[in-house]
């Protein structure tokens, strides 16, 4: 049970429950503290010290009843076919032979008949798979499929593709290669037994078969998961079809909320700083003047703004999309975010974002700012709607491909946001290798930005905005 | 802790039914919880929404062991001064006023600055002794005898710092006081922590527990609470206005009614002797279930078709 145990906290893991040792060799004490005897009992007892949040209760749930489904009966049963087996071997041996052979001249003569003259059937039914399945002892088989799952390594199952596969060499590992040529002897001979025998093929491969769905659900589904969330995360943005805008959202949301957690964390620590005379001395009145105790002044650190302006012109559209739900996503885990849209003209869409849901409010603003890219007249609204409201704790993100149709790229004004803001940084969707090529103004507005950076995929966003977070601590 | 000074636990029905005794009706899960936390010495963390009953719990664990419950109530801006211990400043400088006259007899003949030094060192550090110190909550469970309930309330409420306080009392049952060394637990408290979700819990604290996610009642349940806590309701009545509770959960609210609730609107419909539930009764009492006005026009609106699906079936 121990090892049992172990796998099933596998399994856990794989549908990114977190386990830690501790916490298994807890599961353990509460195992052996509770007994097996109570299944309720116990699956609440393991779910106290396995999951840690609502959520994952819920999927310790289902992987419990899923893996545990199967395996409890088995024990039960365990103990009761052992007990079959080796209580009485020799006198219960023929008697069930003849029992079988009783019940089958009575249900099912031409099987039997076939076995009296053929004596590869005869052997075929002597078998202890054939045996299983002609008294419908389902339990044994259970435990036969389970044994032969273990030998092929049913456990390092991974994509649904590979279902097949398995269920092949579990039925090879069973012995099925006899039935399967019995039934194509039995064909050869259009014998009346084909159809009792053919059936008995059918139950065992839709029994297999059906074992290595449930295996692949338990042990394959996290690990298929994880799998595409590493795909996603390194897929260029503009390359993601419809249907992953889903979970490419909540992916940045994941890494949205993990950035916040650490970003609000760090805002709440204060910096001690000067001693606080007048404190420590009037707390001190109440010792005699004696002071005790020294107050300092705490230096309250402002919390920073951040200014998001977005590009959401004909050229970056598809990467724009993106970003915007970034920001969006931004908007909603962190404090003072302002957004701001432009092609032509910019405008702040940060109260679409706080009044929409993502997808709508993404759609808003591609209709109401997109067209063609203005660079000098977009940075001069931004200067009048915000330049003003830029000072030593304001960062400024720059979202767009700096490509402004050979008109004015307003270069003085980026500068001037350059020597206010605390930081300036440009995430470019294009490689750093075009930049400044054709109409491109990059490398221009690169010298006024502090930090400047490609990005067109999630791996890329993550790490810069780990990066602008640590710098805004 | 020690079974057999604790008969009352030995296992999860045993539990179960002296919650009952002390009317405090709860799902098996939550016996388990209790009987787990005994059995491996672990604190429990009980999450659920306001109003479920986790602060119940503990102190009808506290009832059901007579034990003394001590609570520490967490805010924002908890310190060890205020949760561990403190120094009793005031008593240590009154003994050092009264102690500097009797200083002149002490070093008299002594010669010189070491032997005086010497003198004094050999009366130790008295005043960072146990005589001078002030037990704050989780140093006070510690110190009790029998063995206590403590109660960490809306750990949530608390700084992140506060939880790594906790990290050293709660795995090891034990405090380290620079000034004295390290005061073990004489017998280790039963520990119940309570969190709102207001934020998340540290992975480090949560490992330490066992994790106790206490939901809204069954139907069933919640009739036997009310049965319990105002048993003059009549089982008619009482099915109604559970029903009529839950169905307002499902209801989009700012914060939905919860078992407490339940209990103060059973009493107060009791005390305007109603038999039934009817529309304008309701419409009245509302605001014993709900806090807020948004959620009373929210529910007011949709009163009719409630009652309905709480009409006596």
């Known amino acids: 049970m121990q090892s049992n145990l172990v796998s099933f906290i596998q399994v856990l893991r794989s549908h990114d429950v977190r386990v830690s040792p501790a916490e298994t060799l807890d599961a353990m004490t509460v195992a052996t503290t509770l007994g097996y005897a109570n299944r309720n009992l116990l699956r609440d007892g393991l779910a106290m010290t396995l999951a840690k949040t609502p959520a994952e209760e819920a999927v310790f749930l289902a992987c419990f009843d899923r893996y545990f489904y199967q395996r409890l009966s088995d024990f039960s049963l365990g103990d009761a076919s052992a007990a079959d087996d080796e209580a009485p071997p020799a006198s219960e041996e023929p008697a069930n032979e003849t029992g079988t052979q009783g019940t089958a001249t009575g249900d099912a003569s031409p099987l039997v008949a076939a076995a009296a003259t053929d004596p590869g059937i005869a052997a075929l039914l002597e078998s202890p798979l054939m045996r299983s399945l002609v008294d419908n002892n389902r339990n044994e088989l259970t435990v036969a499929i389970g044994r032969a799952a273990q030998e092929v390594g049913l456990q390092q199952i991974q994509l649904f593709t590979q279902k097949g596969q398995f269920t092949r060499r579990i039925l090879d590992a069973m012995g099925e290669e006899q039935l399967r040529s019995a039934v194509i002897e039995l064909e050869r001979r259009e014998s009346p037994a084909l159809t009792e025998l053919q059936r008995y093929r059918d139950i065992l491969r839709e029994e297999v078969r059906s074992y290595v769905e449930r295996e692949y659900l338990l042990h394959a589904e996290g690990r298929t998961r994880q799998f595409m969330d590493e795909v996603l995360s390194k897929t260029r943005l503009n390359n993601i079809e419809h249907m992953y805008l889903h979970k490419v959202h909540e992916l940045v949301r994941k890494m949205a909320k993990k950035l916040a957690s650490r970003y609000s964390r760090k805002r709440r620590q204060l910096k001690r700083g000067q001693l606080n005379m007048a404190k420590t001395m009037r707390r001190g009145i109440a010792n005699d003047g004696v002071m005790f105790n020294v107050y300092w002044r705490q230096i309250r650190r402002e919390k920073p703004q951040i200014l998001a302006v977005c590009d959401v012109s004909g050229s970056v559209a598809a990467y724009a999309k993106f970003l915007l739900m970034f920001l969006y996503s931004l908007q909603d885990v962190l404090p003072k975010v302002r957004s701001f849209a432009f092609a032509s003209q910019l405008g702040e869409v940060s109260s679409y974002f706080d009044e929409y849901p993502v997808e709508k409010a993404i759609e808003l603003v591609n209709w109401k700012y997109g067209g063609a890219t203005d660079y000098g007249n977009s940075l001069r609204d931004f200067a009048r709607l915000a330049l003003d409201d830029i000072n030593s704790n304001t960062t400024v993100i720059m979202l767009g491909d700096a490509r402004n149709n050979n008109g004015d790229p307003a270069l003085e004004i980026m500068q001037a946001i350059y020597q206010r803001a605390r930081q300036v940084i440009w995430l470019n969707p294009e490689s750093r290798r075009v930049w400044g090529s054709g109409d491109s103004e990059m490398l221009r507005y690169q010298s006024a930005c502090h930090f400047s950076a490609e990005c067109n995929n999630l791996k890329q966003l993550e790490r810069i905005v780990d990066q602008l977070l640590k710098s805004t601590h | ?313």
């Open chain 2, 1 to 313: 802790m020690q079974l057999d000074d604790f008969p009352q636990l030995a296992s999860v029905t045993q539990i179960e039914q002296g919650f009952e005794a002390f009317g405090y009706i709860c799902s098996t899960k939550i016996a388990t919880a209790v009987f787990l936390a005994f059995q491996l010495r672990k604190p429990i963390l009980v999450e659920g929404p306001p109003g479920v009953g986790k602060t119940e719990l503990a102190k009808t664990t506290a009832q059901l062991l007579d034990l003394p419950l001590i609570r520490l109530q967490c805010y924002e801006g908890l310190d060890e001064a205020k949760a561990l211990y403190e120094w009793k400043y005031g008593k240590q400088l009154l003994y050092t006023q009264v102690l500097k006259e009797k200083l002149g007899d002490l070093l008299k003949g002594a010669k010189g600055l070491a032997e005086s030094v010497e003198r004094l060192h050999q009366f130790g550090d008295i005043f960072y002794s146990e005589d001078f110190l002030e037990p704050r909550p989780l140093l006070k469970a510690m110190q009790q005898e029998r063995g206590a309930i403590l109660l960490i309330d809306e750990i949530d409420k608390a700084d992140y710092e506060f939880e790594s306080l906790l990290l050293e009392i709660l795995s090891d049952y034990q405090i380290s006081i620079p000034e004295i060394g390290t005061i073990k637990a004489r017998t280790s408290p039963m520990v119940f922590l309570t969190s709102n979700n207001t934020r998340d819990i540290s992975d480090a604290l949560k490992r330490r527990c066992l994790h106790l996610y206490i939901p809204f009642p069954s139907v069933e349940l919640e009739e036997r609470i009310v049965r319990s806590r105002v048993p003059n309701v009549d089982a008619q009545l009482r099915h109604q206005l559970v029903e009529f509770v839950h169905s307002l959960r499902q209801l989009d609210l700012k914060k939905s009614p919860a078992i407490s609730e339940t209990i103060d609107w059973a009493r107060s419909l009791l005390l305007l002797h109603a038999g039934q539930l009817d529309e304008e009764l309701v419409r009245s009492t509302l605001n014993v279930l709900l806090k807020f006005e948004d959620d009373i026009e929210a529910a007011n609106a949709e009163l009719r078709a409630l009652l309905q699906g709480a009409r006596p079936g």
